[in-house]
């Protein structure tokens, strides 16, 4: 339960945190005392996609561990540079589903905004690192138009504010972008998809929970924790604050082998997410994106973890077990 009294834990400017984000895989190694313990892909191989991740992130992974949970999440390894068959660029149709400029819309009733392609941490299984940001998200020009076709499909009641992560965008951008959301009478729901509370909790400031508490769309924040290990008091303290915002807050995991593909650290994943007053959401089956296959689990695994954890857990906090499947109505759920 989180109790209604709090208070705000000094942190440092998260503009300063985010610019101070690590990018070069030895300088991640030496601050955990792994030099030459992972051998990383090449840098031209990765220069689309370089290593990014804040400092926060880093001080969670454990000294001297190459096979920590969050050290694999973003450490690039050369396992990425290897074709495998039926891995693609565009694993869930991203691409096509674009119907116009920064408008996503894949499911009836919601349409996502590509705000951004920036985000303040690069995972290495992420489905959209190829995606063609610069071809799809909207010019300063064209927001006008992106809202206007928001306000002209009647049957949308739900805006996505996605990327990219959408909270990399500066406050006065996404207030003043909500703000024109909250003309458009039939929308219902704001809906922001951000891992940035997890990676980057000096993010979760006053000016944040401000033009949130304000809104008048109901505001739902799914953020994405993979591991329990992620989510420490800075977390724990940024999450609450914006359930006291007004939020309501689910989680979305990846099945990532190697990382959580145990029934011990989806239990532990979904009792800290209890703990900190967020709903367990989606298990996802990983995606199919080129250079992601060493983390791919098979669905049937997924099936029996699901299976497994369900007898320890009340239902509420069972993740239901999908996955995205281009061209079809909605997640499809496995298990």
Known sequence: MIPQSHTLVKKQPWQTALANAIKEPTVLLAQLDLVDALQAIDANAIKNFPLRVPQAYINKMRQGDKNDPLLRQVFPLIDESFDVDNFVADPVGDNLAVTSPGILQKYQGRALLLTTGACAIHCRYCFRRHFPYGDSNPLASQWQQTLDNIAGD?????????GGD??????????????????????????????????????????????????????????????????????????????????????????????????????????????????????????????????????????????????????????????????????????
């Open 166 to 335: 959408p909270l990399s965008l500066s406050d006065n951008k996404l207030a003043k972008l909500v703000l024109d959301l909250e003309k458009i009478p039939h929308l219902k729901r704001l809906r922001i998809h951000t891992r940035l509370p997890v990676v980057l909790p000096e993010r979760v400031d006053q000016h944040l929970l401000s033009w949130i508490g304000s809104s008048k769309l109901q505001v739902v924040m799914v953020i994405h924790a993979n591991h329990a290990n992620e989510i420490d008091s800075l977390v724990a303290q940024a999450l609450k604050e914006l359930s006291l915002a007004g939020c309501q807050l689910l989680n979305q995991t990846v099945l990532l082998k190697g990382i959580n593909d145990t029934s011990q650290a989806l239990y532990d994943l979904s009792e800290r997410l209890s703990e900190v007053g967020v709903m367990p959401y989606y298990l996802h089956l990983l995606d199919k994106v080129s250079g992601a296959s060493h983390f791919d689990v098979a669905e049937q695994d997924g099936i029996a973890l699901i299976a497994k954890i369900r007898k320890r857990l009340p239902g509420y906090l069972v993740p239901r077990l999908v996955r995205e499947i281009q061209g079809e109505a909605s997640k499809t759920i496995i298990a």
């Open 154 to 162: 009647l049957s949308i009641n739900e805006v996505i504010l996605s």
